[in-house]
């Protein structure tokens, strides 16, 4: 399929409120709120097709589903081993869960949770099978919006392959400049090698405020005329995180190159 990176931006918004909006549903409403959230996966070329190529789950859902609800909470799912194994099973969890007549709270709830009120368990039930699902999907289209470089008006060919995903512009190739003569072919790189360190970032905090400086500086350093004093607040945000040697070596290495074009 083909998306630019704002077109990508917009989708991981959707999906993110999408899934709030579960996490957050109360148990009786929580079978209309999944059907919307498995509806918005299935209308999402770019989710569906990772979802499809993560296959079918590897055992019998509707067997293991209703031996777990039997066994009031002496059994669990076993969701695989890899990404793409969570991915199927959590989904065909997902999906058979809709057609019981008894909300998942009561089929699951056993297994799943030690609470008494049934909002709890809802939210012990999301936090050890949904988010899983939600994380991966998450992970992927962030991933892939990093692949995608700077700018928001190029269109991509997107496709996913034995859990492989390539990312590529209609050309095959990515210019390496624009307008305003910056080497974004470059940028590109040390941006990604930021985002790459973030996982040495300990603070949510911290990491979203990285994430947000970043934003700044792609949208800024695209634009003809850049606004320095936007660019120097991200670049001092950048720098005021503490963090590993890794992340302030390519934080360095950022603003090394920023200080060479502004």
């Given at each position: 399929?083909?998306?630019?990176?704002?077109?990508?931006?917009?989708?991981?918004?959707?999906?993110?409120?999408?899934?709030?909006?579960?996490?957050?549903?109360?148990?009786?409403?929580y079978a209309g709120v999944l059907k919307k959230f498995l509806a918005f996966i299935n209308d999402t070329e770019?989710?569906?097709?990772?979802?499809?190529?993560?296959?079918?789950?590897?055992?019998?859902?509707?067997?293991?589903?209703?031996?777990?609800?039997?066994?009031?909470?002496?059994?669990?799912?076993?969701?695989?081993?890899?990404?793409?194994?969570?991915?199927?099973?959590?989904?065909?969890?997902?999906?058979?869960?809709?057609?019981?007549?008894?909300?998942?709270?009561?089929?699951?709830?056993?297994?799943?949770?030690?609470?008494k009120k049934y909002n709890d368990i809802l939210n012990d039930i999301n936090e050890r099978i949904t988010l899983?699902?939600?994380?991966?999907?998450?992970?992927?289209?962030?991933?892939?919006?990093?692949?995608?470089?700077?700018?928001?008006?190029?269109?991509?060919?997107?496709?996913?392959?034995?859990?492989?995903?390539?990312?590529?512009?209609?050309?095959?190739?990515?210019?390496?400049?624009?307008?305003?003569?910056?080497?974004?072919?470059?940028?590109?790189?040390?941006?990604?090698?930021?985002?790459?360190?973030?996982?040495?970032?300990?603070?949510?905090?911290?990491?979203?405020?990285?994430?947000?400086?970043?934003?700044?500086?792609?949208?800024?350093?695209?634009?003809?005329?850049?606004?320095?004093?936007?660019?120097?607040?991200?670049?001092?945000?950048?720098?005021?995180?503490?963090?590993?040697?890794?992340?302030?070596?390519?934080?360095?290495?950022?603003?090394?190159?920023?200080?060479?074009?502004?």
């Open positions: 399929m083909k998306l630019s990176r704002a077109e990508l931006k917009k989708i991981l918004y959707d999906f993110n409120s999408v899934s709030n909006r579960l996490l957050k549903a109360d148990y009786q409403d770019i989710i569906r097709d990772y979802v499809d190529d993560c296959g079918e789950p590897a055992f019998d859902v509707p067997k293991e589903y209703d031996e777990i609800a039997r066994s009031y909470g002496e059994y669990i799912f076993d969701l695989g081993e890899t990404s793409k194994d969570e991915v199927a099973s959590v989904l065909g969890i997902l999906k058979h869960s809709l057609g019981m007549e008894a909300p998942i709270v009561y089929t699951l709830g056993h297994s799943y949770s030690h609470a899983i699902l939600i994380r991966h999907i998450e992970g992927y289209l962030t991933k892939i919006g990093f692949d995608m470089g700077i700018d928001e008006t190029v269109k991509y060919n997107i496709t996913v392959t034995n859990g492989q995903v390539n990312v590529a512009n209609d050309n095959a190739t990515i210019n390496a400049t624009i307008n305003n003569g910056i080497d974004h072919s470059e940028l590109s790189k040390l941006i990604i090698a930021v985002r790459e360190s973030l996982a040495n970032v300990q603070s949510a905090e911290d990491a979203s405020a990285v994430e947000g400086s970043l934003e700044i500086i792609e949208s800024e350093l695209k634009q003809e005329k850049p606004r320095k004093n936007f660019i120097q607040t991200a670049i001092t945000t950048l720098k005021s995180v503490k963090s590993t040697v890794e992340f302030s070596a390519a934080v360095t290495a950022l603003v090394q190159f920023i200080s060479t074009i502004t």
